[in-house]
């Protein structure tokens, strides 16, 4: 299904996505700001020790009724998860621009702020704007959970997914030396996989992605282990299986206690995004301007991100968390004879802006420094594929970056695929990232086909020419056969997507056929 949202991923204020001068109809969506009134402005300022709440620093509870008060320009209030902001002066720094924040204005803006900013550290970036707490009654929630297993009692928290029989469960075993943990999903598994398993000391937080949902299991295990963790994983039946060495040998007579939402199953957009502390093992230089980061997780982490999923890269910046979505890719984008499916370290391919805050912070990491990596994230599916004989990726700058993965799997994962075609659109000719690679992989392989389109040439390539994204270049590429069954994927800048969503559709593709990458 077509899922465009107000924010196509990358995020229109993202540090991966392309220049203001890009191709027509690519350019950076962000709202012109006024001079000095930049993020770094807006820390500047949030520390002035201005009052920017206009209580002279008292926390108030706020009920429904005098939130609603608070709904104009001059003096806009809005709730996000319970907590209420004096969003006023905010207003002039909003990259997204006042009219944004106005939706919300005398609201409860928390459904608003997800489907825009899920992953925007608002705590960090308002603290200095904090009216107070809604002053809301409670309710109880009544769960509708399945019979614990191995004693461990349920969660108090979360729902169920609509279907009682989808819903995964767990088992364990053990011999005298390790331990055995066992998901039965009850679904394929795709070759990528979807587990992201944390270990530290006795804590154990293993996350599962299925689809739209998150399974969850929490535990405080009941005695050491080693911290290293194998992963088996049994793709066509669904079985993931996770052994841990114990550190001392014999009988473990419970698995350990349950934590908080443990066993749950839910909404993924419902559960709290967490992060890691990854190593910068390197960075390569991909072009003039973007580098290829490699990121390696802590011992006792694996991390299986999906193909078509993003993290959230985060890092202090002058005393302000500061989050970013990046997409991952493999280290190369022809799989060698003995590539692994599952890459053991995260690879990140990002442009550097010469006024990007986060950027420039990233590339000042030396190999050894740290940064706090999410788990993945967003809304593609590989069951969109399914059936698909034709698969064409439109790319504008770094929207190339889910693309390069679902490259690689449509090539060696799916038999029904005949054709997949990449229209990928830049500046000029140095700006298109792995071009070698691109056309290595097209005379290579016959499935494979690729096409530059350039709005500024100094000088056209082979498979390029001239131009921006409009209705003859779309109409000459989408070529489709008869009895064909296709899937359109468009990831740009928020402009280059809607466009090129608007002309997909009156080219008569229907919102089946389509799918835009979001954050």
């Not at 825009?116 to 904090?130: A, F």
């Not at 700006?431 to 005379?443: F, G, Q, R, S």
Request: charged share 25%; aromatic share 8%.
């Amino acid at each position: 299904m077509l899922n465009v949202p107000a924010q196509s991923f990358p995020a229109p204020g993202s540090q991966q996505r392309v220049g203001p001068s890009e191709p027509s109809g690519s350019g950076r969506n962000k709202v012109v700001l006024k001079p000095g009134h930049s993020l770094m402005d807006w820390i500047r300022f949030a520390k002035s020790g201005k009052d920017l709440t206009g209580l002279r620093g008292r926390l108030i509870e706020v009920s429904p009724e005098e939130l609603k008060k608070h709904n104009s320009r001059d003096d806009c209030w809005t709730c996000i998860r319970g907590m209420v902001y004096n969003v006023t002066p905010y207003m002039d720094y909003h990259p997204g621009g006042g009219d944004e924040l106005m939706k919300a204005a005398g609201l409860d803006g928390t459904d608003l702020f997800d489907q825009v900013h899920r992953w925007v550290n608002y705590e960090s970036m308002l603290k200095e704007c904090l009216v107070g707490r809604m002053a809301l009654k409670t309710t109880a929630t009544v769960t509708d959970m399945p019979p614990p297993l191995m004693g461990l009692a349920p969660p108090a928290s979360g729902a169920p997914p609509p279907i009682k029989d989808s819903r995964p469960r767990y088992d364990w075993f053990q011999t005298d030396a390790a331990v055995h943990l066992v998901i039965y999903t009850r679904r394929k598994i795709p070759s990528s996989g979807c587990m992201t398993a944390d270990l530290r000391e006795d804590l154990l937080r293993v996350e599962i992605l299925l689809g739209k949902m998150s399974y969850m299991l929490n535990l405080s295990l009941a005695h050491e282990v080693d911290a290293n963790i194998s992963v088996h994983t049994a793709f066509s039946v669904g079985k993931i299986q996770l052994t841990m060495r114990k550190l001392t040998k014999g009988k473990w007579g419970t698995l350990g206690q349950p934590l908080e939402h443990h066993n749950t199953f839910l909404w993924k957009k419902d559960r709290a995004i967490f992060y890691r502390d990854c190593v910068l093992v390197s960075k390569m230089e991909v072009n003039h301007n973007t580098q290829l980061f490699r990121l390696q997780f802590p011992q006792g982490t694996i991390m299986h991100v999906p193909v078509g999923k993003h993290i959230y890269l985060k890092a202090c910046i002058k005393d302000n968390e500061v989050v970013r979505p990046y997409t991952p890719v493999d280290q190369r984008l022809a799989a060698g004879p003995h590539s692994p499916s599952q890459e053991p370290d995260l690879y990140l391919m990002i442009k550097v802006y010469p006024d990007g805050v986060f950027t420039q912070h990233l590339n000042s990491l030396q190999t050894g420094d740290h940064i706090s990596v999410s788990g993945p994230e967003g809304s593609f599916s590989l069951r969109l594929l399914r059936d698909v004989t034709h698969l064409f990726l439109l790319a504008a700058g770094t929207g190339f970056t889910p693309m390069a993965r679902l490259i690689r799997f449509s090539l060696q994962e799916i038999d029904t695929v005949r054709k997949t075609k990449l229209l990928f659109f830049n500046r000029r000719k140095e700006d298109i990232l792995w071009h070698n690679e691109l056309d290595e992989l097209a005379a290579d392989d016959e499935r494979f086909q690729v096409e530059y389109v350039l709005s500024e040439p100094q000088g056209l390539c082979s498979n390029s020419r001239k131009g921006g994204v409009d209705d003859d270049v779309l109409r000459e590429f989408l070529v489709r056969p008869h009895g064909s069954r296709c899937l359109v994927c468009v990831c740009g800048p928020t402009a280059f997507t809607e466009l090129t969503v608007r002309l997909l559709k009156q080219l008569g593709f229907s919102e089946e056929e389509l799918h835009a990458f979001q954050g």
